[in-house]
């Protein structure tokens, strides 16, 4: 590979990319047009590939995450946080302990270094917390194959669920993948643009996509702005995110993700064990069903549960507002949590 002329090396990756993204696209497989990109990127890096992803693509991609996360955000969300925000709240607060403590556990036991571990038992976005982790010390490839592990992981598990409790198919919903563009697509454009700016400005921590999220949600809950974000800039921006974990790729990397493979299973399961209790004990407490409760505690993320809730008969209304909520509180309070997981792992072993 490394004889290969740089566009030859572009032209592979860029040709393998699309042909296997669509393929798991086909199969319903989560975060495809990511995993896609980013399971060529790790081969061809193993081969020897020279080529690289600029800094600058990476954070206009962590930008235009940031208003597709604000996008999910609407009034009647915020409707079902209030109604029941005592539950919602104990609920949330469990998930952060827990997948604190998975964090803690596999950092002590495993050679995960502590922000690897605790940004990689994050039970927010995958996306987000691969494009978030690399700024506060975390190897954003560890990150990449913990997160994407748990959310094939969970998202096997969803479906399962969902199939038990509703034995017709389940797909997810039919994607426009070039809508009409509008003014509102360059508002979006330039929200991310100002927000990423200031963010790494103001040297907010993981501003690049927190500045345009922030920015975006209060624009789109106020009724501001009705963000457009197309579902084929999405997938560039995924693209490029798995391309620049993917290429980073080294043997070694491989070979310490492999021998901790036990660990993070581990830590995965047991994460995904005491969600699955959650919901039973939100079906006791509040009138939803199962599959609304397991889908809105699930620790996959917020896109996962998404495609699954679209095709199934739940209250996509309670799960988006879990999921949401939960994602901003991961965004938001990860940085902390992992600084804190990484100094307590460290004491201990001292």
């Not at 927190?210 to 809950?221: D, F, R, T």
């Not at 047991?270 to 407490?285: E, H, K, N, P």
């Amino acid at each position: 590979m490394k004889s290969l002329s740089a566009p030859l090396q572009w032209l592979i990756l860029i040709a393998c990319s699309l042909g296997l993204g669509f393929f798991l696209q086909a199969y319903h497989v989560p975060a495809a047009l990511l995993l896609g990109p980013m399971l060529v990127g790790v081969v061809m890096a193993l081969l020897g590939a020279t080529i690289t992803v600029s800094p600058r693509i990476f954070i206009a991609c962590q930008a235009m995450l940031g208003c597709m996360v604000a996008l999910t955000l609407s009034p009647a969300i915020f409707g079902v946080l209030i109604a029941d925000w005592p539950t919602i709240l104990l609920v949330q607060l469990v998930t952060l302990l827990a997948s604190g403590l998975a964090g803690w556990l596999l950092v002590r036991f495993s050679a995960l270094p502590g922000p690897t571990g605790a940004w990689g038992s994050s039970p927010g976005g995958a996306s987000a917390m691969v494009a978030m982790s690399e700024e506060f010390g975390a190897d954003v490839r560890l990150v990449a194959f913990m997160q994407y592990l748990r959310v094939l992981l969970v998202a096997a598990a969803a479906a399962l669920v969902a199939h038990l409790i509703l034995p017709e198919q389940i797909a997810g919903p039919a994607v426009n993948w070039w809508p009409a563009l509008d003014d509102r697509f360059a508002a979006t454009l330039a929200v991310a643009t100002v927000g990423a700016w200031l963010g790494r400005k103001l040297r907010i921590p993981a501003g690049a996509m927190l500045g345009p999220m922030i920015a975006g949600a209060a624009l789109h809950v106020s009724g501001t702005l009705t963000m457009q974000v197309p579902e084929w800039l999405l997938a560039l921006a995924y693209t490029f995110i798995g391309w620049s974990v993917g290429l980073r790729f080294t043997r070694s990397i491989v070979l310490l993700a492999l021998k901790t493979l036990p660990q993070m299973l581990a830590s995965i399961i047991g994460l995904m064990a005491i969600c699955g209790m959650m919901a039973w004990g939100l079906t006791l407490v509040l009138p939803v069903d199962l599959l609304t409760a397991y889908l809105a505690t699930s620790p996959g993320g917020l896109d996962t549960a998404a495609i699954i809730a679209a095709g199934a008969q739940v209250n996509i209304g309670f799960v988006m507002a879990l999921q949401s909520l939960r994602l901003f509180t991961i965004l938001l309070l990860g940085p902390a949590m992992a600084r804190f997981i990484s100094r307590r792992a460290a004491a201990h072993a001292a």
